[in-house]
């Protein structure tokens, strides 16, 4: 069965330091990965997916992320942070079966101080 | 280009009282819907989902139910509110070959 971990329900970073939100997975058969942002009181945004092509994935405002097999890892990164950065990330991963459905970590939240 | 909308953004209702969201698709046809629903300081739970006009399925047992009456309007409901129906309440729609989703901008459900 597939499932979805992330490392740290709270991150903290300076503005301009790196930012480094971790995802591991479970999956029996090749994934799909996703990584989404929410800010306060507003949907979820996708932010980069991985679909078994490069395994170095780049999405929007500044975030990429690498698929590692050997680790089962789905890490999100930016190599300085913004204040407008701030926001809760989520990792997901998609249930193989049928019908789309995704599973979706706990949720990482990313603060950004001067 | 596609389009998710949701309605009402903000609601308080109080403890008994029926709901109704509504969620609609614009820019595609024969999408998955799903609704999600984030209590305060937690991830996301996903209560139901369609895959097709009348076609549901239900993740949790719970007090609220779904009905998908058009292609791309989906509709969640409730005969009497608990307390424990408060949360932000988030629909979905994928279609696309990596079954990803998109969501709409949520709705904030206040029970008193």
């Known amino acids: 069965a597939q499932s979805v971990t992330q490392l740290g329900s709270h991150v903290s970073v300076s503005e301009g330091a790196l930012v480094l939100l971790r995802c591991n997975y479970s999956?029996?058969?090749?994934?799909?990965l996703f990584w989404y942002v929410q800010y306060p009181n507003q949907g979820l945004q996708l932010l980069l997916k991985y679909t078994s092509a490069a395994t170095l994935v780049k999405g929007i405002n500044g975030f990429e992320a690498e698929f590692k097999k050997s680790e089962t890892s789905f890490h999100l990164t930016k190599p300085s942070a913004h204040m407008s950065d701030a926001a809760e990330y989520f990792c997901a991963v998609s249930l193989s079966g049928g019908y789309n459905k995704l599973i979706f970590g706990a949720g990482t939240r990313l603060a950004v101080h001067p | 280009s596609q389009t998710i909308h949701q309605w009402p953004a903000t609601l308080v209702q109080p403890v008994g009282s029926p709901l109704s969201l509504e969620c609609t698709v614009e820019?595609?046809?024969?999408?998955?819907l799903y609704w999600y629903r984030q209590a305060a300081g937690r991830g996301l739970q996903l209560l139901f989902y369609?895959?097709?006009?009348?076609?549901i399925s239900s993740e949790v047992p719970q007090n609220l139910s779904a009905s998908r009456p058009q292609d791309r309007q989906f509709i969640l409901s409730s005969k009497k509110l608990l307390l424990s129906d408060s949360g932000f309440y988030l629909c979905a729609w994928s279609g696309g070959p990596a079954y990803e989703q998109y969501f709409g901008p949520g709705t904030r459900l206040t029970v008193t």
């Open positions: 369609s895959v097709g006009i009348g076609q």
């Open positions: 999956s029996s058969v090749p994934p799909y």
């Open positions: 820019g595609t046809s024969n999408p998955n």
